[in-house]
C-alpha cells in the first residue's frame, strides 16, 4: 500500500522558476527521503531528512518535514531542463528494517 | 566504487514461465532490498534480504521468492508469470540501517 502521496501529480514550470512538491503520509516514520527517476530508469536518491530534523539543505534542493501533519516538501530552486524527471518521496518507518513505502510521485516537466 | 547492478537489463518471457532476476550490490553493502514499479501500483516493496537472510516481505503473492547468498548478491525469482508481472523490478543495496538507498538501473520484464 502506499504510504506517501505526493502532490501534484504533474507540474510543468518554465526554467529558472522554483518547483514545489508536496508529500503526506499516514504511520510514524523514521526517515523521509526524496527520489529522482529519469524516463524509467533506477532511482537516484535526493536527501534524506529523519523524524526529528525540521529542515534540510543540499545544493538547490530544500526538504521540510511536518512530523504533526505528517507532510514533507521537497523545493528545487532555480530548476534546470535536466532536472525533468519523477520525484518520489519515500518513508522509511520504524523497526530493523530497510523498507521503504513509495509515494506515486510527482512528474516535473521544466521547459527551456 | 562501482553501483548496483542488475541483470539481465529487458527480459521478455510467455505466461506460465519462471523467470529470475539478478542484483549485485555495492561492494560492502550487506542489504538488499527488491522493489516492483508499475504504472498502475507504482512502487511497491517487494522483499529484503540481510547477511542472507529475509528481514522484511511486501505483500506479494508466494510466486515471488527471493535468496542472498553469502557474497551478499541477491536473486529474485517468479514463478507461473502473469501478464501482470509485467513491471519494471529494482533492487536497492544500503550500507547503514535506516540510511538512504542506492537503487540498480533495473530489469524491465514483460510477460507476453
Known amino acids: 500500500s502506499q504510504q506517501g502521496e505526493e502532490d501534484p501529480q504533474a507540474l510543468s514550470i518554465q526554467e529558472g522558476e522554483n518547483a514545489t512538491m508536496n508529500c503526506s503520509y499516514k504511520t510514524s516514520i523514521n526517515n523521509l527521503q526524496w527520489y529522482r527517476q529519469n524516463s524509467g530508469r533506477g532511482l537516484v536518491h535526493l536527501i534524506l531528512?529523519?523524524?526529528?530534523?525540521r529542515e534540510k539543505h543540499s545544493g538547490r534542493l530544500r526538504v521540510t518535514l511536518d512530523t504533526s501533519k505528517k507532510s514533507s516538501s521537497l523545493l528545487i530552486t532555480a530548476s534546470r531542463a535536466a532536472d525533468t524527471a519523477s520525484y518520489f518521496c519515500a518513508t522509511g518507518t520504524q523497526g530493523g528494517s530497510e523498507k521503504l513505502v513509495f509515494g506515486k510521485g510527482t512528474k516535473l516537466t521544466v521547459n527551456p | 566504487k562501482a553501483g548496483v547492478t542488475q541483470t539481465p537489463r529487458y527480459l521478455i518471457k510467455t505466461r506460465g514461465q519462471q523467470v529470475t532476476l539478478s542484483c549485485s550490490p555495492i561492494s560492502g553493502h550487506r542489504s538488499v532490498s527488491w522493489y516492483q514499479q508499475t504504472p498502475g501500483q507504482g512502487l511497491q516493496f517487494l522483499f529484503e534480504?540481510?547477511?542472507?537472510?529475509?528481514?522484511n516481505k511486501g505483500n506479494f503473492p508466494g510466486r515471488f521468492s527471493g535468496r542472498q547468498f553469502s557474497n551478499s548478491r541477491s536473486e529474485m525469482n517468479v514463478s507461473t508469470l502473469e501478464l501482470g508481472d509485467s513491471a519494471l523490478y529494482l533492487c536497492?543495496?544500503?550500507?547503514?540501517?535506516?540510511?538512504?538507498?542506492?537503487f540498480g538501473p533495473g530489469t524491465r520484464l514483460t510477460v507476453l
Open positions: 534480504y540481510f547477511s542472507e537472510t529475509q528481514r
Open positions: 531528512i529523519r523524524s526529528n530534523e
Open positions: 536497492a543495496s544500503s550500507l547503514v540501517l535506516n540510511n538512504e538507498q542506492f
